[in-house]
């Protein structure tokens, strides 16, 4: 292993769209399914420019439509290539059939989404309930918080994905603008760092006409079983190994991530936010600022939510008073009348012994910012509810209410 | 602690590598200084499209920026119109606090174009620099297909001129460090590509000075 001190480092100011590229160049993909959709289309027009100049030796193929774009990537992995695809909004739930399909015939494709609200009508701003609604579909999946952990999940997902315990495709998740379009510095990394990181790609069964396979092929009921059951089985068993992975990323980049949460502040923390992304950025400053003024109140940031880490997300929530989750998702009509992760930490909290009360926060909706008066806002009911030991209601709605 | 909002206001496709030059080289010459500093464009209401008025957004601070995830400049301090007549068009002034400035791409004087400034009482100076002139009195008239084929609606992904203000981005960029000194001259100079246009406007300003109060 090289030395860290011996290692050339470049930093250059980037948006997560080009992180993204950028990660798809030095992970040196064979093959690029590309269909446009803003914010995702900034990733594929930067890609199109390293190919077109020669940085990057890759198939750059431009579908007709998203579903198109996954089925390129579908075939693409099944010979054996290392795919590289993305979307955003809409484009994500175009391509829907495909999900089930590629991670069904375990096929390690990763796909970039770059949030963006669902229609009516039409928003650019970011919601995560695109890659969401995808959620249970069989690929790892996790968030982003700024343009150098976008750059850098994506190299840890090809990793976990493409390792022979694992081969699932992988959703690298970032918000639409808030990282997509948001310039940060990005440390660069060298190419023999990543080389050491990220074998080249090997599927144990490709599609070739000298050794035939056969994939996808129509089954039987009784067939069904057992292959969702290994499905099931390389995602819980993917836990490992994403550990694992984030250990020798840590040692080989210098940068070393918690896999499942970011805790900030939480040490002494009565009250906490449970987020998913991008606005704990300005959560960090808002927490900052409640701190000088007393107040007990800290943030975990979820960055896997596929595999969902049941057990640390309960051990950790169960420290303590109250817990309140940041949607930025629609789940209408469900558990809490408000957004898919509320019921995850709750689910996740029932076997606790110490359960923290639970409010739903709907915020940044639509791709609103998230300004710091509404973290006060929101800590504020967050304290009230701990005062009162019980919670006011399920479900807010920042911004409608008082 | 010193906080700037600089708005540049510019005409979609034809114009916007224009605006994007000006915010992109003054953000990154502050980062140079040791500021923080973000640019960026707008990003909601999808402005790739020809001639439609886009915004391009730059700020500078002295500390941590803490709003950067937010869409738009609330109380920018400098505004430019990288187009003359869109003096007329829009509510640009909108959240400027008393003492800022405006700088136009314009032949004409301060004192005939301050009758179509909305809400001019909170501005401080009223900057008038013939920026089409001072580049290439041709640069639009003359390149107007080849800007339209050339630029498309990529937010500049496909732009062939990777240079840095090589038209009239260039005299905008003079006016606007001169007058409010948001970034140093010798810092941000070797950035531009038009030197000349970009020396020449040092001496061809037109500033009217104006006692700003408060609305």
Same mark, same amino acid.
């Given at each position: 292993?090289?030395?860290?001190?011996?290692?050339?480092?470049?930093?250059?100011?980037?948006?997560?769209?080009?992180?993204?590229?950028?990660?798809?160049?030095?992970?040196?993909?064979?093959?690029?399914?590309?269909?446009? *959709?803003?914010?995702?289309?900034?990733?594929?027009?930067?890609?199109?420019?390293?190919?077109?100049?020669?940085?990057?030796?890759? /198939?750059?193929?431009?579908?007709?439509?998203?579903?198109?774009?996954?089925?390129?990537?579908?075939?693409?992995?099944?010979?054996?290539?290392?795919?590289?695809?993305?979307?955003?909004?809409?484009?994500?739930?175009?391509?829907?059939?495909?999900?089930?399909?590629?991670? #069904?015939?375990?096929?390690?494709?990763?796909?970039? *989404?770059?949030?963006?609200?669902?229609?009516?009508?039409?928003?650019?701003?970011?919601?995560?309930?695109?890659?969401?609604?995808?959620?249970?579909?069989?690929?790892?999946?996790?968030?982003?918080? &700024?343009?150098?952990?976008?750059?850098?999940?994506?190299?840890?997902?090809?990793?976990?994905?493409?390792?022979?315990?694992?081969?699932?495709?992988?959703?690298?998740?970032? &918000?639409?603008?808030?990282?997509?379009?948001?310039?940060?510095?990005?440390?660069?990394?060298?190419?023999?760092?990543?080389?050491?990181?990220?074998?080249?790609?090997?599927?144990?069964?490709?599609? &070739?006409?000298?050794?035939?396979?056969?994939?996808?092929?129509?089954?039987?009921?009784?067939?069904?079983?057992?292959?969702?059951? =290994?499905?099931?089985?390389?995602?819980?068993?993917?836990?490992?190994?994403?550990? =694992?992975?984030?250990? =020798?990323?840590?040692? *080989?980049?210098?940068?070393?991530?918690?896999?499942?949460? =970011?805790?900030?502040?939480?040490?002494?923390?009565?009250?906490?936010?449970?987020?998913? #992304?991008?606005?704990?950025?300005?959560?960090?400053?808002? *927490?900052?600022?409640?701190?000088?003024?007393?107040?007990?109140?800290?943030?975990?940031?979820?960055?896997?939510?596929?595999?969902?880490?049941? &057990?640390?997300?309960?051990?950790?929530?169960?420290?303590?008073?109250?817990?309140?989750?940041?949607?930025?998702?629609?789940?209408?009509?469900?558990?809490?009348?408000?957004?898919?992760?509320?019921?995850?930490?709750?689910?996740?909290?029932?076997?606790?012994?110490?359960?923290?009360?639970?409010?739903?926060?709907?915020?940044?909706?639509?791709?609103?910012a998230?300004v710091?008066?509404?973290?006060?806002?929101?800590?504020?009911?967050?304290?009230?509810?701990?005062?009162?030991?019980?919670?006011?209601?399920?479900?807010?709605?920042?911004?409608? /209410?008082? | 602690?010193?906080y700037t909002e600089l708005t540049v206001w510019?005409?979609?496709?034809?114009?916007?590598?224009?605006g994007?030059?000006i915010v992109?080289?003054i953000s990154?010459?502050?980062?140079?200084?040791?500021?923080?500093a973000q640019a960026m464009e707008n990003y909601v209401?999808?402005?790739?499209?020809?001639?439609?008025?886009t915004r391009k957004y730059c700020r500078v601070s002295?500390?941590?920026i803490e709003n950067e995830l937010t869409y738009e400049n609330e109380q920018p301090n400098i505004i430019v119109?990288?187009?003359?007549?869109?003096?007329?068009?829009?509510d640009y002034m909108r959240g400027m606090p008393?003492?800022g400035t405006l700088?136009?791409?314009?032949?004409?004087?301060?004192?005939?174009?301050?009758?179509?400034?909305?809400?001019?009482?909170?501005?401080?100076?009223?900057?008038?620099?013939?920026?089409?002139?001072?580049?290439?009195?041709?640069?639009?008239?003359?390149?107007?297909?080849?800007?339209?084929?050339?630029?498309?609606? !990529?937010?500049?992904?496909?732009?062939?001129?990777?240079?840095?203000?090589?038209?009239?981005?260039?005299?905008?960029?003079?006016?606007?460090?001169?007058? !409010?000194?948001i970034?140093?001259?010798?810092?941000?100079?070797?950035?531009?590509?038009?030197?000349?246009?970009?020396?020449?406007?040092?001496?061809?300003?037109?500033?009217?000075?104006?006692?700003?109060?408060?609305?």
């Amino acid at each position: 292993m090289a030395m860290l001190a011996d290692v050339k480092k470049r930093t250059v100011r980037i948006n997560g769209c080009v992180a993204s590229a950028q990660a798809a160049k030095y992970a040196d993909v064979d093959v690029i399914a590309a269909y446009p *959709i803003r914010p995702y289309t900034a990733t594929m027009m930067a890609l199109a420019q390293m190919v077109a100049n020669g940085e990057l030796d890759a /198939e750059y193929i431009v579908a007709d439509s998203e579903h198109s774009q996954l089925s390129i990537a579908h075939g693409a992995a099944s010979s054996g290539a290392r795919v590289f695809t993305g979307s955003s909004g809409v484009g994500v739930q175009f391509a829907y059939e495909l999900y089930s399909p590629i991670s #069904g015939s375990r096929m390690p494709v990763q796909m970039m *989404i770059a949030d963006r609200t669902l229609d009516p009508p039409g928003d650019f701003g970011s919601e995560h309930t695109d890659a969401l609604s995808t959620r249970d579909m069989g690929w790892i999946m996790g968030w982003s918080c &700024d343009a150098q952990e976008a750059f850098d999940n994506h190299l840890i997902a090809y990793r976990i994905g493409e390792d022979p315990r694992v081969l699932l495709p992988q959703m690298v998740c970032q &918000d639409g603008f808030f990282v997509s379009h948001i310039t940060g510095d990005v440390e660069l990394p060298d190419t023999g760092q990543v080389k050491e990181f990220l074998p080249p790609y090997k599927h144990p069964y490709p599609l &070739d006409p000298r050794h035939p396979v056969s994939h996808g092929p129509q089954i039987m009921p009784e067939q069904g079983p057992p292959l969702q059951l =290994e499905r099931a089985r390389a995602m819980e068993e993917s836990m490992a190994v994403i550990e =694992e992975v984030h250990d =020798e990323f840590a040692k *080989i980049f210098g940068r070393r991530y918690d896999p499942w949460v =970011e805790e900030f502040m939480t040490d002494d923390a009565d009250v906490v936010f449970f987020m998913q #992304g991008a606005h704990a950025v300005t959560a960090r400053f808002a *927490i900052q600022h409640m701190r000088d003024r007393g107040l007990k109140v800290g943030l975990v940031r979820l960055r896997t939510i596929r595999p969902y880490p049941t &057990d640390r997300v309960k051990d950790v929530l169960s420290k303590f008073k109250a817990v309140g989750v940041i949607e930025t998702n629609m789940g209408i009509g469900g558990v809490s009348s408000g957004g898919v992760l509320y019921a995850e930490v709750v689910a996740a909290l029932y076997e606790s012994q110490k359960r923290p009360l639970v409010l739903s926060f709907m915020a940044g909706m639509g791709g609103e910012a998230i300004v710091l008066k509404e973290f006060y806002w929101m800590t504020e009911k967050m304290l009230d509810a701990q005062k009162r030991g019980k919670i006011e209601k399920r479900t807010h709605w920042v911004g409608f /209410e008082e | 602690m010193s906080y700037t909002e600089l708005t540049v206001w510019t005409r979609g496709i034809i114009m916007d590598k224009e605006g994007r030059d000006i915010v992109n080289s003054i953000s990154a010459s502050a980062r140079i200084e040791g500021k923080y500093a973000q640019a960026m464009e707008n990003y909601v209401d999808n402005p790739d499209r020809t001639n439609c008025p886009t915004r391009k957004y730059c700020r500078v601070s002295d500390e941590i920026i803490e709003n950067e995830l937010t869409y738009e400049n609330e109380q920018p301090n400098i505004i430019v119109l990288v187009e003359g007549t869109m003096v007329k068009g829009w509510d640009y002034m909108r959240g400027m606090p008393p003492g800022g400035t405006l700088v136009i791409n314009t032949h004409y004087t301060p004192e005939y174009m301050i009758r179509f400034v909305p809400g001019p009482e909170r501005l401080a100076q009223l900057v008038c620099v013939d920026a089409a002139k001072l580049a290439d009195h041709k640069w639009l008239y003359y390149r107007l297909g080849e800007l339209g084929l050339d630029r498309l609606s !990529t937010e500049g992904a496909a732009e062939r001129n990777k240079s840095i203000a090589p038209d009239i981005a260039a005299p905008l960029i003079a006016a606007v460090v001169k007058t !409010t000194g948001i970034v140093k001259m010798a810092t941000i100079e070797p950035m531009i590509a038009n030197k000349k246009a970009f020396e020449m406007a040092l001496n061809e300003l037109h500033i009217m000075s104006l006692n700003p109060v408060a609305v």
